[in-house]
């Protein structure tokens, strides 16, 4: 329980010192879009980058990592259907609202409280590595094709992802993990001093962005926000719970890390991702706020009942 609340906490008040840099305007104004361009292009890159180079990539392949990958495709196809078919939302709406229900805080908030509560981080790393490597993107081909420049060739848009510094940091380290090799310090070392700033700068960004911002659910993406959070912190954990109980037979421990994984809250990422594109962002600043609230007492409920 000390590991939920101790994580929880540690980002709270990362985002309140954010919330203070944007009440006295110490950055300046537009503060928040220039953390976040330099969380998307540079920081969020490179954490990606050591995070992914150094992973075991056969635990890609265990069953606990089989239940998160099914539970987050599940949610993301879920709020394309009720979003986009029966609501007729945004295409760019959709895909960030998409991210927001089913994108978890596997980093930052999702290393501490595994640590806790199933005494390893491990089980975060299939997690990241499906995350990076197939939802974002996915999510960055659409928006880019979404939000490129029109008459655009068709060779020009199936490149833009590639040109994506995430992507590109993603697949870089994706090749250095199969090449079972390690980088020489020198190299890596530079990469890891700015992956540092990456959660700090995410974090702060965010909290500047809620300079005066509306309370959350009263603004126009109301619908768009109860469904991604629903789905994130509630649908979520109880469809992990039948995969990997019921249908898988799971029980104890190897039961309790894909619903903890499954209940926790959206990501910053999302928020940056969003800011980046320009597309949604009130929606995905306040599915991270509410979603962060909400998890905290889902998870020590279902760490009590299960563990």
Request: no cysteine; proline share 6%.
């Amino acid at each position: 329980m000390t590991g939920v609340l101790s994580g929880v906490a540690l980002v709270a008040v990362v985002i309140g010192v954010g919330y203070l840099l944007g009440r006295t305007g110490v950055l300046g104004a537009g503060a928040d879009a220039v953390l976040a361009r330099l969380a998307f292009f540079v920081a969020t890159p490179a954490l990606l980058f050591t995070t992914l180079a150094g992973a075991d990539l056969s635990v890609v392949f265990s069953t606990s990592a089989l239940v998160s990958v099914v539970v987050a495709a599940v949610l993301a196809a879920t709020y394309v259907l009720v979003a986009r078919v029966f609501w007729r939302r945004p295409a760019t709406e959709v895909t960030v609202g998409a991210l927001s229900a089913s994108y978890v805080n596997a980093g930052n908030l999702g290393i501490p409280i595994l640590v806790f509560t199933v005494g390893s981080a491990a089980p975060v790393a299939p997690v990241l590595l499906y995350q990076l490597l197939v939802m974002a993107p996915v999510a960055f081909t659409v928006l880019d094709v979404l939000t490129g420049r029109r008459g655009a060739s068709r060779l020009a848009t199936v490149l833009l992802p590639l040109r994506n510094p995430v992507v590109v940091a993603s697949m870089a380290a994706f090749a250095v993990a199969l090449a079972g090799r390690e980088l020489p310090a020198i190299v890596l070392a530079p990469i890891e001093m700015i992956a540092a700033v990456a959660v700090p700068v995410m974090l702060l960004a965010f909290g500047i962005s809620l300079r005066g911002a509306p309370v959350p659910g009263r603004g126009e993406v109301t619908g768009a926000l109860w469904l991604a959070v629903a789905l994130k912190v509630l649908a979520g954990p109880a469809l992990a719970y039948v995969l990997a109980h019921l249908v898988l037979g799971l029980e104890g421990r190897a039961l309790l890390t894909p619903m903890v994984i499954a209940a926790l809250p959206t990501a910053q990422n999302v928020f940056v991702y969003a800011m980046r594109y320009g597309r949604s962002t009130a929606l995905a600043r306040e599915s991270v706020l509410v979603s962060t609230l909400a998890s905290v007492p889902v998870i020590v409920v279902i760490a009590w009942l299960i563990g």
